[in-house]
């Protein structure tokens, strides 16, 4: 009994030194622009830029909120940066948060395109969202990334 409780502490021990901690961690990082543009067509495959659609606020912010900073939409393009730990999120995480509200009159859908700091674009899990009248669409950049 004694031989056998070693030999599974050995193997667990060892288990959990093959698998270095960082691989168990999802960290999504990014610096860059994101562009807002509304949709022409019904499958968002034609894009044109906003006007006066939408009024909002983008803020790059920790957890906590103690530092921020907060760009003003329009302009519909704008700097972005996120560095989160996914599976457990710290207080020196950075995020952006974008809320955007329709003040347009009728119901948008929209289409957002990062880049990185080179200008390569970005792939999102979710690129397209529609906003009703009056609605406000708030999102966490870092929810966005694959």
Do not use: Y
């Amino acid at each position: 009994m004694r031989k056998f409780l070693i030999a599974v502490l050995l193997a667990l021990t060892i288990g959990g030194m093959l698998v270095p901690a960082s691989a168990l961690a999802k960290r999504v990082s990014v610096f860059g622009s994101l562009a807002i543009a509304k949709c022409t067509d019904g499958a968002c495959t034609s894009t044109t830029g906003l006007t006066t659609e939408f009024n909002g606020i983008a803020v790059i912010a920790n957890p906590g909120l103690e530092k921020t900073i907060t760009f003003q939409i329009p302009p519909f393009t704008f700097p972005i940066f996120a560095n989160k730990e996914r599976s457990d999120p710290g207080d020196s995480d950075l995020d952006t948060i974008l809320c955007l509200v329709n003040v347009s009159g009728s119901s948008q859908t929209i289409r957002l395109t990062l880049r990185d700091m080179d200008g390569n674009p970005v792939a999102l899990t979710t690129d397209t969202f529609t906003v009703d009248v009056n609605h406000t669409l708030s999102l966490l950049l870092s929810d966005l990334l694959p």
